[in-house]
């Protein structure tokens, strides 16, 4: 990979990591259902003026856009607003390439490999740490959320993985349309009603806007956009490992930004999930290099 792509990776992965601590600041102005209707309000437009709808069926479009906007982030936000501190959030939500995996062998019939149990296994023992140290900053409700969001997040996978060789940023600007009204509608049942919501966005202060637009342009456009480039530009095994940064940028950003403790209980618990992830992910190449 050059090395210009080499930073654009890294860039991308940067820009996924820190997002946790945008996020926990701009809750501070919008409530989370709130927070992320807007994100992808703004995700859609004016994108979709430019980008036309990607050749894929609406139940598509609506099963991505929904699993990613309200059962990925909706909930993540909701996690993040109290019940969990945003490093962690960073590294639990990872468990996606679990459920990824899982519901690969639900759907497109792939059997469970022995690496990949014990991969699973490896991972599991770092959230059951995590779920021993709850507190006031990390409660067993937060980390159920965020396991959920990781849930929602393998549902979105496999709905992209059968879209095809389609354009992905399109697709995401327009599955995005999917994730807006039952946003709206949990945050005007559950935040308020109108007042309230009305109320945080007439309130908010430009910086929480600037959090929006950094959730909708940098993280969704920008981040999801590169990342297709990158994919269509090299092997998937080549660029599939940068996404093990991300908890390293989310927890780092949060103890430096935000102050966030760092005890070897969570150092223990983030290098136990992310070997678990790197086994799954390397452990088919370090084989055969072995076996050659």
Known sequence: MPISHLLLALAIVAVWGTNFVVIKISLASFPPFVFAALR????????????????????????????????????????????????????????????????????????????????????????????????????????????????????????????????????????????????????????????????????????????VLWQSWGNTLFGYGAWAWLLSKHPAAVVAPAPLLVPIFGMGASAYFLGEPLPPWKMEAAGLVITGLMVNLFWPNIRNRFAK
Not at 186 to 193: D, I, P, S
């Open 40 to 211: 992808y309000i703004f995700a859609f437009l004016p994108a979709a003026f430019f980008l036309p709808r990607p050749k894929i069926s609406w139940i598509n479009l609506c099963v991505y856009g929904v699993a990613v906007g309200v059962g990925q982030f909706g909930i993540l936000y909701f996690a993040i607003d109290g019940n969990i501190s945003p490093g962690l959030a960073s590294l639990v939500i990872q468990t996606q390439v679990f459920f990824t995996i899982g519901f690969a062998m639900l759907f497109a019939k792939e059997r469970l490999k022995l690496y990949q149990t014990v991969a699973v296994a490896v991972a599991i023992t770092g959230l059951g740490i995590i779920a021993a140290h709850t507190d006031s900053t990390t409660t067993a409700l937060g980390l159920a959320l965020v396991v959920f969001s990781g849930f929602s997040w393998g549902v979105a996978n496999t709905a992209s993985r059968r879209a095809g060789a389609i354009n992905m940023l399109a697709y995401v600007v327009w599955a995005s349309l999917y994730a807006i009204p039952p946003l709206v509608l949990m945050a005007l049942v559950f935040e308020g009603g109108w007042s309230t919501v009305s109320q945080s966005l007439f309130n908010a202060p430009v910086g929480a806007w600037l959090g």
